[in-house]
Structure formats: C-alpha cells, structure tokens
C-alpha cells in the first residue's frame, strides 16, 4: 500500500505564541532558498495542499500549495502533487479544503497596547444614545466596584460617540453627568478621542474656570456667559486627563497579551504601532520577554510640540530611545510619528482644511480647522531626520494638513535627494486633486484606514453638512490616489474601530462594508480586491520597511502566512467580511490555530460584544488611540 504524506493533520501549535517572538530575528535568505526551486530536497516542517495559495508576487499565478521550511521561511509554492517530494516522516500536512492561503496581514496602522489598556476601563460600546440611555450606563458603571468607589475614585468611560447624541443636536453639558448622584469625577472619553466630557467635579479638580486660557492646540468649550460647558477638544483634554491614574504596568501587559491573541486570530502577523513613548515600549519589551510578543512589532515614537520645534532635541529622543529597547527581540524603531492635525467630524472640526469648513446650511464659515504644528517646523524637522535614516509617519487628515506634509517630505528631498526612507501620510481623508501625483513623485506612502469609507452617521451626518457634496465625493481617494501612482498601504487604527480585519478589506473594495447605510461613492474611489489585498499585505510591508523579510509567499521569504476558510478570491465581495481565519503563522510557528480550544476561545473573545454596544458598530473612537492611552 503506497503511503500517503497528505492523509494526515498533525499540526502542533507553538503554546499559544510563546517561542515566537525569539524567532523574529530574520536570517539572510541563501541564493537557494530565493530561486524558483529548491536546488537538493529539503524536508519541510509544514505543508499546506489542496488551497488557494496567493504568492502575492506581480504576475504570479494562484499554486495549490505552499511547503515551509524548518527554518520558518517559504520552502517551495506550486502543485499540490508537487509538494509531495518536501515531505517527510516528520512533515505537518493541513488540507486547506480550497481556501485560501496567502501572506498575514501587515496592520500599518494600530495600536494594540492601547486597545490592550481600553478593556480595562468601562466602554459604552460605540452606540448611539439618547441622554437617558447614557446616564443608565454610567449608573451600572458607578455601582460596579471593579471601576472605582466614592467619593473621590475617577470614572473613566470610553467610547462615546460624539456625534451620535440623540435626539440629533443634543449638545454635551457637565449639568447631564451632574445628575448623577455621585460625588466622583467623571470623564468620558470621545469616541474620536479629540473631545472628552466631564462632570464639575472634574472641571473643579482640574482647576477649569470661566478664566482658564485655552491650551494651546486645544478648546474649552464655553456657554453664553463663558462658563465652561464639560466639553474639551484636543489638547484642552490634557488638563483633566493628567490628573487620572495609570492602570499597573502588570494589567496593561496581560490585556495587550490578549489584544494581540485576538489580532493573530485575525490573520495579522506584523503591526505598526502608530503612536508610542516609553510606556508603550515597556510594555512590549515584557511581552517579548515572556515570549507573548506574537507578531513582528514596529513602533511610531511619538514626538511632542516642543521636540516638533526643535527637531535636534527630537532626534536626541528618538536615538536614545532606540538604543535603550534595540535587545527587545522582534520589535523595530525606525519610525517617528508627528500630528499635522486633528479630525474632520463634527463637533471637532480641528482637521486642516483649505477651504473653509459649511454652517451646516450650505454657508462658508471662517474656520479651517488647525495645524498642530507650524510647516516651518515640520520642514525642518523631515529633512533632519530624513538625513538620519528616520521615517515620519504623519497623522493628516484634512486637505490643508495633507498638503503640509507634503511639503515638508518635499523639502527633505530637495536638501538630501531620495533616501528611501519610505515617509507615509496616514488617514488620508481629504485629499486635493492637485496634490494628487506629489505622492508618487516624493515616494510617499498612503497609509489608509477604508473601514471608515462607508456611509454612516460619521460620513453623512457629521462630515456632508459641513464640507458640501464635492468634498464628499472625494473623501478617503484610495482609487484616486492609485491612479497617480501612490502606494497604498492599509491599517486598522484599532482600537479607534473594533478590529474587523476581513471587513477592513471588504470595504476597500466596494465601500460599503458590513452593517453600513450603504456605499461611499464606490464609483469614484473603490479599488479592486487585488488592490485591497496588496495593501494589507505587501504594501504595509512595505510601508514598515518589512518587505524584505515579509508580506509575499516567494521562496526565502518569512512563512508569515493566513489560512482562511474560503476562497477570498472567488466568493461574492460581502462574503469577504465573515472571513474566518483557520490557521495564523509567523516564521513558520502557529500562533493561531482555529480548531484548538484556545484558538476557540480566542476567537469567542473577539467575536463578544461590549456592553451596551450597538447591532451596528459605527466608527467610534476615531482616533482615541492616535492621541495616546488613558
């Protein structure tokens, strides 16, 4: 009886992902292992037959099989009858039942310590609400003793959503929150993460008068007589939210532990960490420690106003920063992140715009929203750190702020030629037309978050009124910006969404999404599902300089790989948002595996709602988490 290599299942999961991050360490691929075939056969560790393989090289086409080595790269793609010389007695074989394996995920924009530390505070869930309905919730919050006791213990409550107050025009006012019968401060943190709403007791605490100068870069917001409301936007946040106390170090590390489970659960395998300091690095640096570091890990280190000022200060920060986590295994420092502006989304409207922000009614008013940084200083501070082998990651999202950054990545060029240090503009809401091809021309990288190019009550209730149909109609221009030759890179912005990886990808493509009111204009900016897919996998490799190592299935590459549950390539465009995610790999070393009881587990987390969230998880805690972590 001839003896069939293929008749067997015996994957073994790495304990969860313990072991993993020691692996990340990439080894120089040999002439070998990068040509279209193994020069002697080489016994792989796993195969993957009978799938749908996505190699995500130009030109390549679909192979039915995928061989890893025992060094966690790609041995070998092609026939499945092909892969048969690679096994051996000891060889793991997994039947893909005709799904789909293709590169995991590159996530070029998250943040999974913050979305780690946001489980530990109490969360509305994303809803829209009525004022009674919210003041429900924050009674069953304040009853709990697991969120703190009277009378001085903070209240801190995540995402509210901003704009989705019932009925429509209700405005935020501390006399709300003061009904409460409490004595205890209480803030609740926007969903979009650029207003936060307190109770007087927190206005008192804070020391927040009628005499209070606004901060720079931020508002209080005042009534008629000058009285502050409750309301804080941007910067303004700070005076209430220095006061509130850090969860243990302990805590934020196992809830990141667990954040970064469910992320492996839904294929990512490498992220960017778009927002760090030290604290955020601390973190990592023990999940590596204790090998709960799953995925490759790069982070943005976030510069303030005054390093923005003084870019040689800023440098100094970086590169002492670096050397001090450069032994943290798997984890990447090469990336400054700067904030251009704010968000576009009424009530904040602190997104830089070039023309002015409508009424409401169709009128022009006199505001533009607000740079956070003077484009002197940014120009500055791009050609200094370009010169020093920094990339910028920059947070724009109104047109004004777009083309700042632009200009400050042009004049690094014009003083140090190209460098290919790969800057990116992230967000990317409004773009002018006329800035269009300066992407491709500076070699910047569009990082794009198209979960939020939908139609829903941020898009059409809190964006259309404001900025008028022809704006509208040029929000989030992936398909513009690929006609130009941008490249596309995507990413979550989790927690500022819940993590919904599949739909991401979904709603790329036809621009409407899962639970939507519908699509976004798809005629003017959806990209195909090859497109969609190369962004979330080659291209944010690319934008994380990971290229080299990952983001393509090709012989010598990383064995960073999803197997799904269908054929992405084939099933109807909104069957792409319940993609499942069988088996996750990096290096070669399961880090999620569906069909054991912890990868069981781990994805019945993920899938529970919040308390008191919505059937349709609108686009709350926009981000919350790109303005720091609470």
């Not at 092609?78 to 995991?104: H, I, L, P």
């Not at 409550?157 to 409490?182: K, N």
């Not at 990336?335 to 009424?359: N, Q, S």
């Not at 109807?572 to 088996?583: A, D, F, K, N």
Request: neutral net charge; glycine residues 10%; aromatic residues 4%.
């Amino acid at each position: 009886m001839t003896h069939d290599p293929f008749s067997r299942r015996r994957l073994i999961t790495a304990a969860g992902a313990v072991g993993a991050a020691a692996a990340l360490t990439p080894q120089p691929a040999t002439a070998a292992a990068v040509s279209s075939g193994p020069v002697r056969r080489r016994s792989a560790a796993l195969i993957v037959h009978n799938a749908r393989v996505l190699t995500g090289g130009r030109g390549v086409r679909v192979r039915e099989a995928i061989a890893v080595g025992r060094d966690g790269k790609v041995l070998a793609t092609g026939r499945s009858q092909d892969m048969r010389r690679f096994a051996g007695r000891d060889t793991e074989v997994v039947d893909a039942r005709r799904g789909t394996v293709m590169s995991g995920i590159v996530d070029g924009h998250a943040h999974p310590v913050a979305a780690g530390a946001a489980t530990l505070n109490p969360s509305l869930g994303y809803p829209e609400l009525t004022i009674e309905r919210l003041q429900e919730l924050l009674r069953g919050f304040l009853a709990d003793p697991g969120y703190g006791s009277e009378p001085d213990g903070w209240l801190v409550v995540a995402d509210w959503d901003p704009v989705g107050l019932l009925p429509a025009g209700t405005v935020p006012h501390h006399r709300f929150l003061d009904a409460l019968a409490t004595r205890r401060p209480i803030v609740i943190i926007a969903s979009d993460g650029h207003n936060s709403w307190v109770n007087r007791r927190a206005l008192e605490l804070a020391g927040i008068t009628a005499t209070t100068p606004d901060p720079p870069g931020g508002q209080i917001e005042r009534d008629a007589d000058g009285m502050p409301t409750g309301l804080l936007k941007e910067e303004a946040q700070g005076l209430v939210h220095e006061l509130l106390p850090d969860h243990p170090v302990s805590a934020v590390v196992e809830a990141t532990a667990r954040a970064l489970s469910q992320a492996a659960a839904q294929g990512i395998t490498a992220f960017l960490d778009a927002s760090a300091d030290e604290w955020h690095l601390g973190v990592y640096a023990e999940l590596a420690r204790t090998g709960r570091l799953p995925q490759r890990a790069a982070a943005a280190l976030r510069l303030d106003a005054h390093e923005i000022r003084d870019p040689y200060e800023g440098l100094s920060w970086l590169q002492a920063t670096r050397r001090h986590y450069q032994e943290v295994d798997g984890l990447h420092l090469r990336t400054a992140k700067v904030f251009v502006d704010g968000v576009m989304e009424y009530p904040a409207h602190t997104a830089a715009l070039i023309d002015p922000y409508l009424d409401g009614h169709g009128n022009p008013t006199r505001h533009r929203g607000q740079l956070h940084l003077e484009p002197a200083d940014f120009a500055r501070l791009a050609a200094l750190l370009d010169q020093n082998g920094w990339q910028i990651h920059a947070h724009a999202i109104g047109d004004r702020a777009v083309r700042t950054a632009l200009d400050g990545y042009e004049t690094a060029q014009r003083a140090h030629g190209r460098r290919g240090n790969r800057h990116t503009i992230t967000h990317l809401q409004l773009v002018h037309p006329t800035d269009l091809q300066r992407f491709a021309h500076l070699g910047v990288i569009a990082s794009m978050q198209l979960q939020w190019a939908m139609r829903d009550t941020w898009t059409m209730d809190a964006l259309l009124p404001y900025i008028g149909p022809e704006r509208h109609r040029r929000l989030y221009p992936a398909r513009s910006l690929e006609r130009h030759g941008t490249p596309l890179a995507g990413g979550s912005d989790w927690p500022v969404d819940p993590l919904h990886t599949w739909n991401q990808i979904r709603t790329a493509i036809d621009r409407q999404g899962a639970d939507s009111d519908g699509p976004l204009h798809p005629e003017h900016q959806a990209i195909s599902r090859t497109s969609a897919l190369r962004m979330h996998t080659t291209g944010a490799a690319r934008q994380l300089r990971m290229d080299h190592i990952t983001g393509t299935l090709t012989p010598g590459r990383a064995a960073d790989l999803v197997l799904l549950d269908r054929d992405i390539t084939r099933v109807p465009v909104p069957e792409i948002s319940g993609t499942q995610v069988r088996l996750t790999l990096v290096n070669g070393i399961a880090v999620h595996d569906a069909d054991t009881a912890a990868g069981r587990a781990v994805r019945a987390q993920t899938e529970r709602p919040a308390a008191g969230a919505s059937r349709r998880p609108a686009h709350a805690n926009r981000h919350q988490s790109c303005e720091g972590h609470a």
